[in-house]
């Protein structure tokens, strides 16, 4: 993940500091979020439509793998 942050960086110098670190809790890997993946995954989203994502990896990794 550490290259797409810097090439964001690149690309927007004068937004660099406004990016915000994310962890997702998927055990998929993947290079970009996509909307067309939404309610497709185990639980259907069942706290309703979006992305998933949290400020700690280890809070993210503790959804990996679980029932929720």
């Known amino acids: 993940m550490g290259g797409a942050i810097e090439a964001l960086k690149r690309r927007y110098p004068k ?3 406004a990016l915000i ?3 997702h809790g ?3 890997a993947f ?3 996509s909307a ?7 639980g259907a989203q069942a706290y309703g439509y979006g992305h998933y994502l ?6 993210a990794e503790s959804y990996q793998g679980s029932t929720y």
């Open 15 to 17: 937004t660099a500091d």
């Open 21 to 23: 670190h994310a962890w």
């Open 26 to 28: 998927s055990e998929a």
């Open 31 to 33: 290079t970009s979020f």
């Open 36 to 42: 067309d993946k939404i309610g497709t995954g185990e």
């Open 54 to 59: 949290a400020q700690s990896r280890r809070v």
